[in-house]
């Protein structure tokens, strides 16, 4: 029997949340063949949901993701100043993800190990967070900031600076270093020091020293 | 027959440079056993060199960070203004990393790997690494940098910026987009947006807002 599109998608996530919940109980990824067999449906009828692994991680990825994105959009439809709104674009997701990591760190790293295993089915979220992210380059260049830097270099550079805060395993390995206070100076720092004048000191093109 | 201490120190060196080697031919970390079995040298023997498997990659990393450790201790000694030196500092290790790493990336992707798996053992050289940069931010303050901020602060803060130029993994995910330019920026931008007074803008602590 056919499922309509609602009930397909509403299936999907139903048996996606079941593996990673499963994934959370057993302390390990869960391949296709198990999810199957423990799903309770049969062969036919899962493949009808999911194709592949692929497609089943997808819509774990989802699950996994959704709140990410919902505070993303927020943060993007807020009125605060330039250098506030990147903060708490980057904020709100790193608190998200540090109480999942305090929550329960052995869950939280398999989830890591998965999404660096799969790491081109998270590409379109880390795209969409670099999609709103140039959005608040563009409307911090609007008030001055990050001026005679492409969009690209912006981002570029932005996302190298507050990596620590946006990738999951930071958490993993750097634990209690990463605070809000210290994200919030990076911040400011950035929208302070980054423009495209910079980068000639430390190359030493400056012959001029400036004095303390 | 006892080794005298330079001998022990050259045949440990000699056994760890073919157990190097060994990981590089075969695409594999190398396990102790493995490696006793290879050497050509008696349990024995063997083990008098290295007590463990822990003791065996401890020579290991000595030698595949030698040159790392090398530029480093370069860098401090050198009579640069401080942010061309921290740049230098970051640079140097970066560039002996991504050659490494262009040269074989499969290689380059084991031993970051061993590295991950043994961090304990490679705390050391990050400890070492981190005593210099407080050197160097010892000297940035003398010049007025880093004002308002613990050496402490600073050092954590610099670190997190720069993360993806000191870190090993960074390059097989990003490649390409790591460059000297980009760093460079990132050195200056730390040195001149990076202060005890930042932070607030970004925590909407204070009311005014700079006009562009």
Request: hydrophobic share 40%; net charge negative; glycine share 6%.
């Amino acid at each position: 029997m056919a499922l309509s599109p609602q009930d397909r998608e509403a299936e999907r996530h139903r048996i996606a949340r079941m593996v990673l919940d499963l994934v959370k109980q057993r302390g390990t990824e869960i391949p296709y063949q198990t999810a199957v067999a423990e799903s309770g449906l049969t062969r036919a009828r899962f493949e009808q949901l999911f194709e592949d692994y692929d497609d089943l991680f997808d819509a774990i990825a989802q699950i996994w993701l959704r709140r990410h994105i919902e505070v993303m959009e927020e943060v993007l439809g807020a009125d605060l100043p330039p250098p506030r709104k990147m903060y708490e674009f980057f904020r709100r997701r790193f608190v998200i993800s540090r109480e999942r990591f305090r929550d329960d760190p052995e869950y939280f790293t398999i989830v890591c190990e998965m999404g660096a295993a799969n790491f081109e089915k998270v590409r379109s979220y880390v795209d969409l967070a670099d999609h709103y992210l140039c959005e608040l380059i563009v409307q911090a260049q609007a008030d001055g900031y990050f001026a005679g830097l492409s969009i690209d270099e912006a981002l570029s550079l932005i996302n190298q600076m507050v990596s620590p805060y946006t990738l999951p395993e930071s958490l993993i390995y750097l634990g209690e270093k990463l605070t809000e206070d210290k994200l919030a100076r990076i911040v400011d720092t950035v929208f302070i020091g980054l423009s495209g004048e910079t980068g000639g000191a430390a190359r030493g093109v400056n012959a001029l020293r400036v004095a303390g």
